[in-house]
């Protein structure tokens, strides 16, 4: 069983930045990719950010490429999203899953931290 937790969400100006935070806990923890989602009032809930467990593959949600930054720490089983020049709609609750492999969809899934932009 896999327990996700993040944390580090908060309140920012616009242009601001903040670091989300992932940890996972479980005695076996070896997913495919750890990714990131954000869901905001109203909104369908979307992809932001993955990174493979094993090796250095990224993939980003076209709107944060080149202000968000994922990276992982396999020692302590976190995964880390650094945001950079937040905008207003950056606003949502920032969502951590893991799947096992690439053909599967993300089956283990985290309570969420809230991140707000203030402008």
């Known amino acids: 069983q896999v327990q996700l937790v993040e944390s580090g969400g908060g309140l920012v100006q616009a242009g601001g930045s903040l670091r989300v935070s992932c940890a996972a806990s479980?005695?076996?923890?070896?997913?495919?990719?750890v990714g990131w989602f954000r869901q905001a009032p109203g909104k369908e809930r979307e992809f932001v950010a993955s990174?493979?467990?094993?090796?250095?593959?990224?993939t980003y949600l076209q709107s944060v490429q080149g202000r968000f930054s994922i990276s992982r720490d396999n020692a302590k089983k976190s995964v880390y999203l650094q945001m950079n020049s937040l905008k207003p709609e950056d606003t949502a609750v920032y969502l951590c899953?893991?799947?096992?492999?690439?053909?599967?969809?993300?089956?283990?899934w985290g309570q969420g931290t809230q991140v707000t932009v203030s402008s």
């Open positions: 899953a893991t799947r096992m492999s690439p053909l599967s969809g993300y089956d283990y």
């Open positions: 479980g005695r076996t923890f070896s997913p495919y990719d």
């Open positions: 990174i493979t467990w094993r090796g250095d593959s990224t």
